[in-house]
């Protein structure tokens, strides 16, 4: 089994992606959510629906913080 290797262009894009998580307040990683939560498709609905998450209750809750 060989050693996975992650290119620098990955490793700078990884740490930009989680920097800008950090840096996001609370109330705009919820506002994200509800973007996201709002595109969703039937199929992804269903897929939350199969692991115990409901679409209602989880885009109430970004509300509700």
């Known amino acids: 089994m060989g050693k996975s290797r992650v290119s620098s262009d990955e490793q700078r894009m990884i740490g930009t992606v989680s920097n800008k998580l950090k840096a996001m ?6 506002r994200r959510k ?7 498709t ?13 679409w209602d209750r989880e885009y109430r ?5």
Do not use: P, V
Not at 34 to 40: G, S, V
Not at 61 to 65: G, L
């Open 25 to 30: 307040s609370e109330k705009e990683r919820l």
């Open 34 to 40: 509800r973007i996201r939560l709002l595109q969703l």
């Open 42 to 54: 039937d199929n992804e609905k269903k897929l939350m629906a199969k692991y115990g998450k409901s």
């Open 61 to 65: 809750s970004t509300f509700e913080k």
